[in-house]
């Protein structure tokens, strides 16, 4: 009992400190937050996918099949196979890391269709309460968003809060892929935001996609908005664990999976990791391997961005493995700086990412404001991560002895 009862001050430090540092929403976002249910099962329709026998043949399990052999059986399909299985499992089809990327828009936009469809009928159904149909308008109008031309949904999974993933650029003729990890509250309702863009994943991508073509126009680049795990929703017992990272991690180490086998980028995906994010990298970093041929130097190394970050789980970048290289920026705003960096009893999540002793290398953030203004125009954070997904190692600005 003494043990539950101290668990339960040391959360409320955790998020008492963030709510403190960003007063007023956050405050009563804190207080209306409740435990997520994580995500860690295949999609709906993965059950009968398994049993479908209608090729002779058994179909590659959702669960348990790797990119490679995802890959190879969907290179076997004939084009009346392929239509078949997108019409008939389209959320199995839309999130199969290593089925190919214009397969996959195909699936997820069957999907959305569905669920929008679906969300439609429980708005008109004046069996259920207001809330419930409020709701499912919500849902119905998410969709409708995600449906407009040129869309690229690389994965959509409309259970809980919804799971989306989104492609800015061209994935099968990218030189550079980034991947965009954001951190709490990012779902399908809060996925591309027209007020206040920047604080969306897709604003975030997007953003990075312009100043990538800005900085390099002959370089064909991508950027995924990977909204594929269940985040923390709000300041509340979430946010200060690592449950919902160690149930995103194998997710996030599929999507790189699946990008390796139908991506061809002369460097590993960089991956960008905003607020609880960076704590999905550090859990999934020790797992992504150091390339062979890249003893020395960096090359082959996966480039690991974290900002705005509560820590990654670590004590030191060493502890990440020899196949990252971390990068870190903190503006002087962001609210972030008054967490507590420290883990006590699986609460919090270790030291500073920007601290010196850590071993990341700093870069600048001059000019970003808050804890979601790191993507802004004209600031040295978003010229800086542009370099990094770029390999322009020469161009990334650090910050002053004073400022770090």
């Not at 003494?2 to 709510?19: D, Q, Y």
């Not at 391997?289 to 960096?298: D, E, K, L, N, Q």
């Not at 060493?318 to 609210?335: F, I, K």
Request: glycine share 12%; net charge negative.
């Amino acid at each position: 009992m003494r043990r539950r009862r101290w668990k339960r001050v040391l959360i409320g430090a955790f998020a008492g400190c963030a709510v403190l540092a960003d007063a007023g929403a956050a405050a009563a976002q804190a207080a209306a937050s409740t435990e997520q249910l994580a995500i860690s099962t295949p999609p709906a329709g993965s059950a009968a996918w398994v049993q479908d026998h209608a090729f002779g043949r058994a179909l590659p399990d959702p669960a348990t099949a790797d990119a490679a052999t995802v890959a190879a059986f969907f290179a076997s399909l004939t084009s009346d196979e392929l239509d078949h299985l997108i019409h008939e499992y389209p959320l199995v089809v839309g999130n199969f890391d290593g089925a190919p990327p214009e397969v996959r828009y195909r699936a997820n936009r069957v999907a959305i269709t569905a669920e929008r469809d679906r969300a439609r009928a429980r708005a008109a159904d004046h069996h259920l309460d207001s809330g419930a149909r409020a709701l499912a308008v919500s849902r119905a109008n998410d969709c409708e968003h995600l449906l407009a031309p040129g869309r690229q949904i690389l994965a959509f999974d409309p259970r809980g809060r919804g799971l989306i993933s989104e492609v800015y650029g061209d994935l099968a003729s990218a030189e550079r892929i980034s991947v965009l990890v954001p951190g709490s509250d990012a779902d399908l309702g809060h996925f591309d935001q027209a007020v206040e863009p920047l604080r969306s994943p897709a604003g975030m991508a997007r953003a990075l996609l312009a100043e990538e073509q800005h900085q390099a126009p002959g370089t064909r680049t991508a950027v995924v908005a990977w909204t594929g795990y269940v985040t923390p929703s709000g300041l509340g017992p979430d946010a200060v664990t690592a449950r919902l990272a160690d149930a995103a991690a194998p997710r996030l180490e599929r999507l790189l999976g699946g990008l390796k086998e139908t991506t061809s980028p002369v460097a590993p995906p960089a991956l960008f990791c905003h607020s609880y994010g960076s704590v999905v990298c550090g859990t999934t970093a020790p797992d992504i391997a150091r390339p062979a041929g890249a003893a020395t130097g960096s090359e082959g190394i996966t480039d690991v961005v974290v900002f705005g970050s509560p820590g990654m789980g670590v004590q030191s970048a060493s502890e990440l493995g020899a196949g990252v290289q971390v990068w870190a920026t903190r503006n002087p705003s962001d609210w972030i700086g008054n967490v507590p960096y420290l883990e006590v009893g699986g609460l919090g999540h270790g030291a500073d990412p920007t601290a010196g002793d850590f071993g990341a290398e700093g870069i600048s953030s001059a000019g970003a404001v808050g804890h979601n203004g790191y993507f802004a125009p004209g600031t040295e954070s978003l010229h800086n991560f542009s370099s990094i997904a770029l390999g322009r190692y020469g161009s990334v600005s650090h910050p002053s002895p004073d400022a770090r």
